[in-house]
Every structure is written in structure tokens, then in C-alpha cells.
């Protein structure tokens, strides 16, 4: 019913499942914080040997849910909140976790999606899948973690191309882009998911731990003595004076009114 | 007439264009200059929403004026002051602006060229495009600071590939290896930049220009205190110091003097 | 006859052959050090123009000597030893050289296949050429400075799926990966090296050095002041703790046992 992040076992995989109907699982904060239990949850297990994150009903995830942003977005410290400790809360216990995660892309992988599925180990799409993150319809930038996050992964091209164009992408552009290890029919995608799950799950365990955990030093900054992971405090101290603009509030007002903006 | 850049507005949308008329587009000394001029206008203008940046007369850029040359690359100050003030100059000011840049990209996009469209955001280029920078044929390497932007945006194989092979590589080439976001007819190639221009001209500005700070972010090394773009300042402490060397003077006299070199 | 690394020069261009009759090249510990001595010794020569390396017999290389395993594996000393200095000597050899290298990659290109054509500038492969590094069956990992090695070659994308799902990608896949410059049919790749390495050698040679040492210093960790490459001491002091583990044996055990790994 409600929107939510769902986690079963079958064996030694975990399923996380983003489930919000009637948005394409578009990201509440509540799911965000949900995607931090399900990970911190799945990092405690020992015996757990691979993840498959899929969404529910067609689609893997829509953005974040749009609804939700005038009760925070336009006001910095709420909106520094919602960005640092809501969102990523949820992508960096994604990145934490020793266990391989494979996304099963399904249909509409936009904003929030493509942040979730950038902190995924293995990609697999529908030939049907649509990528990106238009949020400058809405009035707001890409915050500067989930930006590097994204940057990382797709491309600092693909990236640029998204957020300053809002331009959607399809699944064989973004196997070009590299951003897929494969692109398939759509009817296809969650079996390939499940094979490549199965095939990571017969593997020795110990060793993709260690691997994993070699992988996660590279991405770390090397200058930044705190540990945290990607963009540097000098920006992200910055990043949210936008929140009481005109323009934000014009883009995420135009939406919810079903009209144009005029930025 | 003379080697120039053209800066040139329509509405929120501004235009640089490369002109050298006869040497398609050779970057001049002063063409550098006029390029940092260019986009230090633009970065003062607070209404203007895209760039794009093209070439006179069916070409991007054919790579530096070499007539020039022997009158300052063969001594060591003379060298750096090129690359640093002049080249580098005109490279930093399009980095630093905040504006998204269009690259339209048609007929040869060489040396200076690549180093260009390097600091575009959107590059688009005709079926006919040619990339390279064969510079080893002239005897000399690509400064390092410009190496360090060309090899981030071709990638470390391809920077290999046209500096140490001198290879020119065709556009859909340079789709496979990610420099391109799209390859098309070269006479849609005018129409594509602009459309994709006006497209970026009517998403949210602040958003934009946001978005264009955080990226810009990712690509400063971290370790540096000084705030200076990519290379260490060792390997650009003792990058020039093969400025009189007789390998330098055959590649360009070589090439002034329409003989093979011999190296 | 015995496992061995040939170093040959014609003219210009030196050949480095791996050769390891009825196993497909795979490496042994003095073929590291083979490596090493050679690229030490290619190093020296400042005549040299290129280098080609390939691998005797239809296949590059198979990976590591897996019958020497037990020897050394299971002790945290003598393990770490083995990929600190056997290893990593002969990879940063290669690192270190400031000629050009060109990878001929006919066959197998598999675990230490893929290190060696990761160290390379130039990288052309037939299109039966296959690659991976599935060690995971194997029961260990990929210790961290040949982790980031590889993953800085083949992205980051592509090294999760070899590493953590044991995949293997042919020829034309590694073209849209970024890893290959060309793919052509098996019995040209032969003549395709050697074209590119006499155009390398055509070329302005003092160049091509500097551009190689400048490459070099893109790939520096920023924030390490020891000059050390690549992965971070924190993770490589830790990187070899796994040696005597369960895990660890029964991999290696169940291949010499020519059985299936119980993981």
C-alpha cells in the first residue's frame, strides 16, 4: 500500500525491492531511510553472498516523490537535512555494504534511481529502460555527493548531459556510456538479475568482501583526513542556499500545479 | 579577416566562433587571448543560459598556428609562457565559467581542438569529424595541464592513442570511447547544437550554473592547497625545458619547410 | 622449454614475449621477476622507441601459476611477498618505462593477462580474444594496487563484474568497455601490434617520453607524499590477512584437485 523498501531473503540473496504505487517507486524520505535499515541490515549478516535491488510493478524508480518537497525543500536546513542525512543516509549504507548488490533495471531509472542504481556493483536493463535526472524542470541542482556518486558512475559527460540538458537516455546508450554491464528484453531483465545473484552467490564469499572493500578505498578522496566519502566540505557547506530561491519554488510549484515552469 | 574569435549573442544564448580563415581555425597566440576574453564576458553576463562553441567555415579547430612557433617555442621562457598565459589562459576561462558550452563540432577537431571541445559540457560532431593530436610528428609533447584535461574527457587510452601513435580517430570512434554525446549527418550537426542550446537555455539557470560549481569540483585534485587546476606543479615546473632541443626545431622546421621529419 | 619472459630487439622495437609452454603463459614467480629484468632493462636503453608485448603460442597470458600456490599462498608473509614484490615489481616496471608498449592480446587475457595489458599504452586484440580475472573461484582476491591497476584500465564497472561474478568478456565487449583500441580477426593482430609500434617509432621520440612521464603522474595518488603508486597503505597493510583462511585453501586445493570449489 504505502510507499516503502522492502527486504526478503532467499538463501543466501537478499531482494531489496523499492515499492511506491502509483509513482513508479518514487524515493519518500521515509524510503530513504528504509534503504539504510534494509543495507544496514544486510552489512550485519554474515551469511548473506549477493543483493538484487529491483522495483516494484515495471519500474525500478522514479525520482524522488515530488509530493513530499514543499514541507522541506525550501527552507536550507531542512533541505540540508533531507540531502545529507535522508538521502544519503541511504546511498552511503549502499556503498558501506561488503555484500555485491545487482540492479535489475526496469522501465523508468530516473533521479533517485539512477543514484540507487550508481551504487550497485552489476547493471543489468530492459531494452525499454529510460535514464536520468531532469531536476532542473524542477528548479534545483543535483546534490554534490549523489552528483560525484553519479558522475562516478555514469560518466562526467553522461552526467553533465543529464543535468544541465535533462536529457533522458536509453539502455543502449547507456551500454555505450558504460554504465550497463547488459542491456536485454525487458521480459528478460529479472531472470538475468537472479542468474548473475546466483552465479556471485557461488562464489568465495570472503574474497568479494575483500574485493569490495578494496574497491570502496578508490573512490574515497584521498585528501580528506575525516573519511567521508566524495565531495569536499567547502561545497557541500555551500549547496543548499539555494532552497528559498524563486526558481526553486517555481519548478517544484509548476509541477505539482501540472503546468509549465517559466524559469 | 584576420585570425579572431567571434563572440556573438542571440537572446539568452552566446556564440564563440574559432575563425582562421585558410587554416581551418589554427589557434593564433592571439586567438587564445581573445578566447579567455571571450568567456570572461560571458561569465560577467548574469542573463546568458548557454554557449555554443563552433568553427568558420566547415571546420572545429586544425590545432595551433604553426607559423608562429619558431618565434617563441624554441626557448624555455618564451615555451612556458605560451602554455601557461596564453593556452592555458583560454582553457581556464571556458572551465571557469559557469554558462553550460555547446561544442559543435565539424570537419577536423586536432590538437587545440580537442583541447576545446576538452571543456565543453555537450559535444556534438558530424559523421566526417576527425580527432587527434599528432603532435609527436611535430617534435614536441602536450603541456601537461592540457594532457591532464584531454585525457579526462578522451580517456586515458585515447590521449594515448593520439599522443603517443598520433592516431586520428573518426567520430563514431569517439562516440565508443565517450567523448561524444551524439554523432549525426554533417549538415544537422549546426541545427543539433542549437536545438540542444535552446534546450538548456529553458531549464532553470540558478540550477544550472549550481551544477556546473559542483562539477568542476570533482575535477580539482584534492591534495592541492593552491587551488590551481590538474597537474602537480612539479611535472609543470620542468615541462618545457625541452623547448631548444633538436628534436623540437626538426618537427616544426620540418613541417614549415613541407618535408618529412626525421626523428 | 621452462617458464620464462624473452626480451628481444629489432632495431627500435623491442618484443617481450611471455612464454609458459602447455599453460597458456600463465606467469610464475620467476617469469615476475623475468618481467621486471626485462622492463628495467628496456628502460635503460634510450635507442628504444617501442615495445610490443605478447604471448607465445596463440594465448597472451592465462593468469598466475596456480601449481606454485601452495607454497607460498596460505602465509600471510610470504603472500604479501609475493604480490608487494614479485608482482607489483614486474607491473611497476612496466609503469616505470617510458617507452611506448603496445599489447598484442591473441587468446586468453586472463588475471595477470589482463595486469600486464593494463600496464600497456596500446592495446589491440583478436576478436577470440577473451577476458577476466575470475579468481574469486579461486577463493582470494585481487590484492588492492592490482585492483586499482586493473580498474583504472577497464573501469570501474567492468572490474566488479570480472572480480566479484567471475565473469569473462570477449574481444568486442572490451572494445565498448574502453579497454581496446581495435578488435580485428585473430591472424591480424599479429601484424597490427608491430604497424603501430613502427609508427611509434616514427615518431618524435623525446615526446613520447614526456608525454609518458606526464600520463605517469595523472595516475599518482595525490595525498600520498612516499611517491608510492596506486592503492593506499591502510588497505594494503591489511590486504594479505586472508592468507591461511578456509576459503583460501579450498580454492586453490579444489583446482589442483581438479574438482568444484565449495565456497
Same mark, same amino acid.
Given at each position: 500500500?504505502?510507499?516503502?523498501?522492502?527486504l526478503a531473503?532467499?538463501?543466501?540473496?537478499?531482494?531489496?525491492?523499492?515499492?511506491?504505487?502509483?509513482?513508479?517507486?518514487?524515493?519518500?524520505?521515509?524510503?530513504w531511510r528504509?534503504?539504510?535499515?534494509?543495507?544496514? !541490515?544486510?552489512?550485519?549478516?554474515?551469511?548473506?553472498?549477493?543483493?538484487?535491488?529491483?522495483?516494484?510493478?515495471?519500474?525500478?524508480c522514479?525520482?524522488?516523490?515530488?509530493?513530499?518537497?514543499p !514541507?522541506?525543500?525550501?527552507?536550507e536546513v531542512?533541505?540540508?537535512? *533531507?540531502?545529507?542525512?535522508?538521502?544519503?543516509?541511504?546511498?552511503? =549504507?549502499?556503498?558501506?555494504?561488503d555484500?555485491?548488490?545487482?540492479?535489475q533495471i526496469d522501465?523508468?531509472c530516473?533521479?533517485?534511481?539512477?543514484?540507487?542504481?550508481?551504487c550497485?556493483?552489476?547493471r543489468v536493463?530492459?531494452?525499454?529502460?529510460k *535514464?536520468?535526472?531532469?531536476?532542473a524542470?524542477?528548479?534545483?541542482?543535483? =546534490?554534490?555527493?549523489?552528483?560525484? %556518486?553519479? !558522475?562516478?558512475?555514469?560518466?562526467?559527460?553522461?552526467?553533465r548531459?543529464?543535468?544541465?540538458?535533462?536529457?533522458?537516455?536509453?539502455?543502449?546508450?547507456? %551500454?555505450?556510456?558504460?554504465?550497463?554491464?547488459?542491456?536485454m528484453a525487458?521480459a528478460?531483465?529479472?531472470?538475468?538479475?537472479?542468474?548473475r545473484?546466483?552465479?556471485i552467490?557461488?562464489l =568465495?564469499?570472503?574474497?568479494?568482501?575483500?574485493?569490495k572493500?578494496?574497491?570502496?578505498?578508490?573512490r574515497?578522496?584521498?585528501?580528506?583526513?575525516?573519511?567521508?566519502?566524495?565531495?569536499?566540505?567547502?561545497?557541500?557547506?555551500?549547496a543548499? =542556499?539555494?532552497?528559498?530561491? !524563486?526558481?526553486?519554488?517555481?519548478g517544484?510549484?509548476a509541477?505539482l500545479?501540472?503546468?509549465?515552469?517559466?524559469f
Amino acid at each position: 500500500m504505502s510507499a516503502r523498501v522492502e527486504l526478503a531473503f532467499e538463501g543466501a540473496v537478499a531482494r531489496v525491492s523499492l515499492c511506491h504505487p502509483g509513482k513508479f517507486n518514487a524515493m519518500s524520505r521515509s524510503m530513504w531511510r528504509d534503504l539504510k535499515t534494509s543495507f544496514d !541490515a544486510i552489512q550485519q549478516r554474515t551469511d548473506l553472498r549477493c543483493v538484487v535491488v529491483s522495483g516494484k510493478g515495471g519500474h525500478f524508480c522514479a525520482g524522488g516523490d515530488i509530493a513530499e518537497y514543499p !514541507a522541506f525543500r525550501f527552507n536550507e536546513v531542512t533541505l540540508r537535512e *533531507f540531502h545529507e542525512s535522508d538521502v544519503w543516509g541511504g546511498l552511503e =549504507a549502499m556503498l558501506l555494504c561488503d555484500v555485491p548488490i545487482v540492479a535489475q533495471i526496469d522501465g523508468n531509472c530516473m533521479g533517485a534511481g539512477v543514484e540507487i542504481a550508481s551504487c550497485c556493483d552489476i547493471r543489468v536493463a530492459g531494452v525499454s529502460a529510460k *535514464f536520468g535526472a531532469p531536476i532542473a524542470r524542477l528548479g534545483f541542482p543535483m =546534490a554534490p555527493r549523489e552528483a560525484q %556518486l553519479v !558522475a562516478g558512475a555514469v560518466g562526467d559527460l553522461t552526467a553533465r548531459e543529464m543535468l544541465l540538458e535533462a536529457a533522458v537516455l536509453d539502455a543502449p546508450m547507456m %551500454l555505450v556510456r558504460g554504465f550497463l554491464n547488459s542491456v536485454m528484453a525487458d521480459a528478460e531483465v529479472a531472470g538475468e538479475a537472479l542468474t548473475r545473484a546466483h552465479r556471485i552467490a557461488a562464489l =568465495a564469499p570472503q574474497a568479494t568482501r575483500l574485493n569490495k572493500q578494496t574497491f570502496r578505498e578508490f573512490r574515497r578522496p584521498h585528501a580528506m583526513a575525516d573519511g567521508s566519502f566524495y565531495a569536499t566540505e567547502s561545497i557541500v557547506s555551500q549547496a543548499y =542556499a539555494y532552497a528559498d530561491s !524563486a526558481e526553486h519554488r517555481e519548478g517544484i510549484g509548476a509541477f505539482l500545479d501540472k503546468r509549465k515552469p517559466v524559469f
